[in-house]
Every structure is written in C-alpha cells, then in structure tokens.
T-cell receptor, first 117, second 110 residues
Framework: DTGVSQDPRHKITKRGQNVTFRCDPI?????LYWYRQTLGQGPEFLTY????????KSRLLSDRFSAERPKGSFSTLEIQRTEQGDSAMYLC???????????????FGPGTRLTVL | ELKVEQNPLFLSMQEGKNYTIYCNYS?????LYWYRQDPGKSLESLFV?????AVKQEGRLMASLDTKARLSTLHITAAVHDLSATYFC??????????FGDGTTLTVKP
C-alpha cells in the first residue's frame, strides 16, 4: 500500500496517561500534517512539517502535545497527561510542495481514534 | 484568522434531484479543496481548485471557484444513494495549512 498509514487505528487510554501515534506519509512527499477531528466538526490543523522542520503549530497544540519528524520521513505525535477533551480522531496527511506549485493536494491517512476514559 | 463556512450543514435529498453546497471563506486564498468523508472513515480528496473561474467535474459532482466572491460551490446532479456522505471544503493559506468548514452531511433517499 503506497498511501498514508497511521498506527494505531484505535487507542483507549485512561486520563493522565501518555500516548504516542505514528504516521507514515507517502514516500516522496516532503510535507506532513497533523489534524484533529471531533464528532460533527471539520478537521482542525495542529501542526505541519516540511521535511524534518516543524514550520507551524496551532495554538490548539498545548504544551502537552509534541510532534516530531526526525528524519523527514515518518512522524510521531505524543500527548502527555491525556485529558478527556483530547478524545478525537487524529488525522495525518502528506503532500508534495515545491515552490508553491499546484501539487499541494493533501492525502489523508485512516486516522487514529483516541478515547480517553 | 481565516474562517470557512459551509451551508447547508445538513441536506436530505431525493434520488434524481439536483442541489448545490456552498462554501464561503473570509480571506484571500489561492487553493480550495473539496473532500468526501464516509462515517468512521478518513477524508477522500475530490477536487483541487487553483484559480478564479476553475471548474472541475467528476461524475455527478461539479465544483467551481470564484475567488473574487470568496465562494466555491459543489453541485450535485441527479443524486444517487452512493453520494450520501459528509462533504468538506478546505481553504489553503499561503503557509500551506488547510482550514476546513464544518462539513455538509448529505443523505440521499430513494
């Protein structure tokens, strides 16, 4: 499968625990995005990387959230001390961006559904 | 701050009918996307609209973009049950991130 993959697909955790999600983008894509989606809402931007550089973080991304893309390939999103309000679908997307060309169509992974009890 | 508004948020249609979903956005942008999402699934890219007057069609769906009015439309022709899903528009800023609308949940009834 050459699409965007995410692991795990589902995660149930207790409040206060730490969780980590992984995203593997399409191999030739240089940009990787994280979004959060709650029921009945559109995805909300969290952060994005160009290669290994994290270029922007949303104010939604509190100090408990951290994301990395250490080698410009896969990325991890960690949530520390989870809260019930963190329950959501976490979506990863990737794209190829070159000089603001027409290629920045984002391809989404299947998502990780997080439930915090 | 960029805001994206879709309407209607819920749409119930009969098979064979036509309808239009509207997407308004608040600041200048050079890219607009339409996605489809089935329940419990991720987002599937439908259209990428890059310039004023752009029109794209795929099957029973046609999307257009008017950058001067900051408006995009998704027109559904002769709806069929398989089109039942939630449709999102998303607008790209110069920074590359996308801001999504709240989605239009479409139900097509026989």
């Amino acid at each position: 499968d050459t699409g965007v993959s995410q692991d795990p697909r589902h995660k149930i955790t207790k409040r206060g625990q730490n969780v980590t999600f992984r995203c593997d983008p399409i191999s030739e894509h240089n940009r990787l995005y994280w979004y959060r989606q709650t029921l009945g809402q559109g995805p909300e931007f969290l952060t994005y990387f160009q290669n290994e550089a994290q270029l922007e973080k949303s104010r939604l991304l509190s100090d408990r959230f951290s994301a990395e893309r250490p080698k410009g390939s896969f990325s991890t999103l960690e949530i520390q001390r989870t809260e019930q309000g963190d329950s959501a679908m976490y979506l990863c997307a990737s794209s190829f961006e070159f000089n603001r060309g027409p290629y920045n169509e984002q391809f989404f992974g299947p998502g990780t559904r997080l439930t915090v009890l | 701050e960029l805001k994206v508004e879709q309407n209607p948020l819920f749409l119930s249609m009969q098979e064979g009918k036509n309808y239009t979903i509207y997407c308004n956005y608040s600041t200048t942008s050079d890219r607009l996307y339409w996605y489809r999402q089935d329940p419990g699934k991720s987002l599937e890219s439908l259209f990428v609209l890059l310039s004023n007057g752009a029109v794209k069609q795929e099957g029973r769906l046609m999307a257009s973009l008017d950058t001067k009015a900051r408006l995009s439309t998704l027109h559904i022709t002769a709806a069929v049950h398989d089109l039942s899903a939630t449709y999102f528009c998303a607008v790209d800023t110069n920074a590359g991130k996308s801001t999504f609308g709240d989605g239009t949940t479409l139900t097509v009834k026989p």
